[in-house]
């Protein structure tokens, strides 16, 4: 392993009011590829947050907290690549529903990520929130609700729903449904890396484009379990998740220079852009001309699982699992709907079956 990672972390409670500093690192050098997954090396992250916490129950609330939290990003070049503060709080309310919200602040900065590995470009001002609300614990009927909401002056500007519902019938039966519903439009969606040894390219950015456009993208999908207990040594879960996801692209354009937060519209800062057939998209530029894939789409999937276990004998235990994946990719965008599934159902796939016995022999 050529490089460190690692996480500090400070903490303290007084009465009602808490504290806590974190601070984590991960060298350039640093390669985890033989034990886990990096997702991104060369980051420096400090963190705190303070609370109140009240505990003792009032005329409204069985209990409260409220405080406020903030998180700065820096790569070990000293370049800055966020600040973000919040304001947040939780309240437990005298029948045991519970609401929480938070509502943060980004500043600008540059990100590394953005051009996949090229050069540094500018990030904006923007805000995020989200409030969730559910019942008592307790419950034999549990349901919740969540929205999350995010809004950058130039990126990403959408909002999600999700929700969940658990019903238990009966003792040895459990039923559960959790959807999920995202809008987004991304002004600053990275699509491709124009590096062709034969165009002239943007000498600004070392000789190739680095191509983003305006996404107008929705998800759909949910979750749905079934956990059925038929004696305690016989089980069987159900799982299935239908998944719709489209995009439409417009608004192409490029990185003008490094660290720049604007871009450089096709066909009105910069050359013309057509269509150079159904599936891809021509730009004159700066005495050139190049193509790119027409980034649209609409990606299908349904996935279940039938998880059998029996424990035979203490210690004994057969597994039997049966899987069915399937997946497609239409190509064009469509307006996802609980309908879009039906398609998603009838896309090709693979189906899967394994059978495993872990068998205790004693020794004696």
Known sequence: MSGL???????????????????????????????????????????????YHETTPGALAQAWNAGLTGEGKWNFGGVQEYWEVAGLGELAWKNFWNTSAV??????????????????????????????????????????????????????????????????????????????????????????????????????????????????????????RVQMVFTPDL??????????????????????????????LYGDELGAIARADADAYEVSAGGESFRFDDPDFTALSFRSTAVLRWELAPGSTLFVVWQASRADDLGAPEIVTPATWGDALRSPGTQTLAVKLAYWWPAD
């Open 5 to 51: 990672a690692g996480r500090l972390g400070l903490g303290k409670r007084n009465g009602g009011v808490r504290w806590d500093t974190a601070a984590s690192f991960e060298t350039p050098g640093l390669n985890w590829n033989d034990v886990g997954q990096l997702q991104a090396a060369d980051d420096i992250v400090l963190g705190g947050n303070v609370r």
């Open 103 to 224: 509502l943060g602040l980004v500043t600008p900065g540059l990100s590394e990520s953005n051009t996949r590995g090229g050069p540094l470009a500018g990030t904006d001002w923007g805000t995020f929130g989200s409030f969730a609300l559910s019942n008592a614990p307790g419950s034999r009927t549990q349901w919740n609700t969540a929205v999350n909401a995010v809004w950058f002056r130039e990126g990403e500007r959408g909002i999600e729903l999700s929700g969940g519902l658990t019903w238990q019938p009966m003792d040895r039966v459990r039923l559960s449904l959790t959807p999920r519903y995202v809008r987004v439009r991304n002004s600053r969606q990275y699509i491709d890396t124009i590096e062709d040894a034969g165009l002239i390219g943007n000498p600004e950015t070392f000789g190739k484009r680095y191509v983003f456009g305006t996404i107008e993208r929705r998800e759909l999908a949910v979750q749905a």
């Open 235 to 264: 089980a069987l879960d159900l799982y299935a998740e239908p998944f719709a996801s489209s995009g439409r692209y417009a608004r192409f354009g490029e990185l003008p220079r490094p660290r720049s937060r604007d871009l450089s």
